[in-house]
């Protein structure tokens, strides 16, 4: 569940005065997430989402969060807008937290990804990348290649009580990657959103009945680093079957469709295999410090960080470009 942070009714009231969306018509808690408390909202000028930001999002990041949000929407991009009170600030207080309302968008993610998805979410990415162009502020990865290592180093005493081995295994693992990632400079950067699971992107069918991305949420791991690191997610996240096989027709109409929009440089192509490994690396590393943290009967839902030792390992031994499908 993710709502962490109850709002009274009085609370509620108080706070939307301070914006011009008109009487308020329905409010309800989100169940799904597990960062933040986020509500259902609809007043007379339309739907929303109140998001009230706990404890794991730091408020200095918030106006980067939401200006970027503000920027990529007014470029076009189906994401969520941040609204702004009457005084014209988006990001405000509320039950003691920080907290902003954004539009709601329509749509529903896949719970099983379909090849017919990934055309229309490389697509989506490369658009995101595109608009992404022009925005002022920056934002370092705090989960980029510089990180890896504490967080490795945060697992280090109870890693091996997931899986024997796991802690040598990664640390190979690391120093393998480090030595292979890009030099500074050799590949574009740019906004990117780091975290487009199929949790993030929203379809609706398009008028020939194939999905289209009706919407990308959930901007909160979004940094400023290498474009192709975000192709690199999205080829672990969208491109696995449940029986961890690599589907390699997804990933060539994910990579290609991204392309189209924005052509991948050759050395991002040849980048992508130790960009996939990264990306795998990272997530393992985010689930096994939370697997290993996260106290028994705590809210947060812990996801599976085996899942994506089976991806690096797999990334670790696919070789060229071509064999992940670029
Ligand atoms: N702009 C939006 N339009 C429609 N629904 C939204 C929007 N933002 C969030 N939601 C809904 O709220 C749910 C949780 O949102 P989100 O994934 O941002 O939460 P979170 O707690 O920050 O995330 P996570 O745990 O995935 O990092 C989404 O699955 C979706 O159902
Ligand atoms: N997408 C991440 C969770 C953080 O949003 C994961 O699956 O590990």
Redesign the pocket.
Known sequence: M?VYTEVSDEALRTFLADYALGELLAFRG?A?????S?YALKTEAGDF?L?LYEKRVDPAELPYFLGLMDHLAGRGLAC?TPVAGRDGAALRSLAGRPAAI????PGV?PRRVRPEHCAPLGRALAELHVAGDGFAMARPNALGPAGWAPLLDGCRARGDEVQPGLVAELDAALAGILAAWPRKGALHRGQIHA?LFP??V?FLPGADARPRVS?L??F?FACTDLLAYDVAVCLNAWCFEPDYAFNVTKARALVSAYDAVRPLSPAERTALPVLCRGAALRFLLTRLYDWTHTPPGALVTRKDPLEYLRKLRFFGQAGSAAAIGA
């Open positions: 993710a989100i799904e997430g597990v960062e933040n986020n989402i998001t969520p954004v539009t709601f968008l993610w975290d949790d993030n929203f919407g949420i959930d909160y």
